[in-house]
């Protein structure tokens, strides 16, 4: 079964840092692109940041500098490292799977949460 | 950036009605657009990619067209579960995606 199943989430305080983590198993990890998606409270899907099965990454413009994709294929593990974090990037954090039919994200974990807060 | 604007932003119908939700993109992106489907609390589902292909397990009364910058998801013959909010997402753009704001499809 391919399942993606993510970690890390937390409270954590402004200016603060965090990483998450996506495990993922039942298909070759190393061959796929991969993103996290996030979704605040009640708002709609904001897609953060990629990265290619080459290294190659990618981030949307407000969180360039701060947060760092990276991926681990002997682990089958991606990770997003959060850093200055603000109480906009309070959120549900989602991995997903670019897939090959036109790259749609075909398969996606459950979500975690991460709170900015003080 | 590519921007994806969705019409409407929400919308009530009956379960039988056919539903027509439409996304537009700030740039032509070809045919690379695709649709998901998402219900309270979970996680978004594949439905269509490439404007047009059914994902593996969707139900054909989900349809999807268009090219360029026009885009069309319709739902023929609604039924009880395709009560959800419906987001595009354009992939034209080398793993630089954006997500169009979403339609609430919501009991009448």
């Known amino acids: 079964e391919v399942q993606l199943v993510e970690s890390g989430g937390t409270l954590v305080q402004p200016g603060g840092s965090l990483r998450l983590s996506c495990i993922v198993s039942g298909f070759s990890f190393s061959k796929y692109d991969m993103h996290w998606v996030r979704q605040a409270t009640g708002k709609g899907l904001e897609w953060v940041a990629a990265?290619?099965?080459?290294?190659?990454?990618y981030y949307r413009g407000s969180v360039k500098g701060r947060f760092t994709i990276s991926r681990e294929n002997a682990k089958n593990s991606l990770y997003l490292q959060l850093n200055s974090l603000r109480a906009g990037d309070t959120a549900v954090y989602f991995c997903?799977?670019?897939?090959?039919?036109?790259?749609?994200?075909?398969?996606w974990g459950q979500g975690t949460t991460v709170t900015v807060s003080s | 950036d590519i921007q994806m604007t969705q019409s409407p932003s929400s919308l009530s119908a009956s379960v039988g009605d056919r539903v027509t939700i439409t996304c537009r993109a700030s740039?032509?992106?070809?045919?690379?657009l695709n649709w998901y489907q998402q219900k309270p609390g979970k996680a978004p589902k594949l439905l269509i990619y490439g404007s047009s292909s059914l994902q593996s397990g969707v139900p054909s009364r989900f349809y999807g067209s268009g090219s360029g910058t026009h885009f069309t998801l319709t739902i023929n013959k609604l039924q009880p579960e395709d009560f959800a909010t419906y987001y595009c997402?354009?992939?034209?753009?080398?793993?630089?995606?954006?997500f169009g704001q979403g339609t609430k499809v919501e009991i009448k």
């Open positions: 990265i290619s099965t080459a290294g190659d990454t």
């Open positions: 740039q032509s992106i070809s045919s690379y």
């Open positions: 997402q354009q992939s034209y753009s080398s793993l630089m995606y954006s």
């Open positions: 997903a799977r670019g897939g090959e039919g036109y790259y749609a994200m075909d398969v």
